[in-house]
Antibody, heavy 118, light 111 residues
Framework: EVKLVESGGTLVQRGGSLRLSCAAS????????MKWVRQAPGKGLEWVAD????????YYVDSVKGRFTISRDNTRNSLYLQMNSLRVEDTAVYYC???????????WGQGTMVTVSS | QSALTQPPSASGSPGQSVTISCTGT?????????VSWYQQRPGKAPRLMIY???KRPSGVPDRFSGSKSGNTASLTVSGLQAEDEADYHC???????????FGSGTKVTVL
């Protein structure tokens, strides 16, 4: 079965750090761009970051630049999001997604909740 | 980049059609044929329904169709079924070196 499973979400204080993981199965991770998307409670989706197949190119939404780092380990079939200097407005469900079709998100995980308290 | 504009809600009776709009600018929807649509049922992950404006991934019923005119994209669901009740989000590739924007989402209710 082709799937993505996120983990690592929890309650963290403002200014803290957290690392999210996404385990891929049923396909070869190194063949795809991978992405993180978040959804604040009751809000729409927001693209967070992209990483190219081999990890050499990374892109971020302006609001997380300098604070979040996307990375991957293709040998472990895993995607990561290191989140530092967390803000209350980073509170959201974080989804990992695959870029298997042109410029879109063709496979999603079930999400992991990150809550940043003040 | 600003979020794309979608109506908060839309509805239709079973068997009818509903169309959802997604309005952006020439820097996103109007500038690229990379509009996609996602269905999200309550408490569930999004599911890709349309990509590249009007293409359906394998497994998506042909009741779902997409189009674009200028800076506005649209998703039409024909022959509404109870299972189509969900939130629908649009997305577009945008100017700015590999950048994506999403809409605010539209809740579709099957009456």
């Amino acid at each position: 079965e082709v799937k993505l499973v996120e983990s690592g979400g929890t309650l963290v204080q403002r200014g803290g750090s957290l690392r999210l993981s996404c385990a891929a199965s049923g396909f070869t991770l190194s063949d795809y761009w991978m992405k993180w998307v978040r959804q604040a409670p009751g809000k729409g989706l927001e693209w967070v970051a992209d990483i190219q197949e081999e990890g050499s190119q990374k892109y971020y939404v302006d609001s997380v630049k300098g604070r979040f780092t996307i990375s991957r380990d293709n040998t472990r079939n895993s995607l990561y999001l290191q989140m530092n200097s967390l803000r209350v407005e980073d509170t959201a469900v974080y989804y990992c997604a695959r870029g298997g079709l042109p410029r879109c998100f063709d496979l999603w995980g079930q999400g992991t909740m990150v809550t940043v308290s003040s | 980049q600003s979020a794309l504009t979608q109506p908060p809600s839309a509805s239709g009776s079973p068997g009818q059609s509903v169309t959802i709009s997604c309005t952006g600018t020439s820097s996103d929807v109007g500038g690229y044929n990379y509009v996609s649509w996602y269905q999200q049922r309550p408490g569930k992950a999004p599911r890709l329904m349309i990509y590249e404006v009007n293409k359906r991934p394998s497994g998506v019923p042909d009741r779902f169709s997409g189009s674009k005119s200028g800076n506005t994209a649209s998703l039409t669901v024909s022959g509404l079924q109870a299972e189509d009740e969900a939130d629908y989000h649009c997305s577009s590739y945008a100017d700015g070196n590999n950048y994506y924007v999403f809409g605010s989402g539209t809740k579709v209710t099957v009456l």
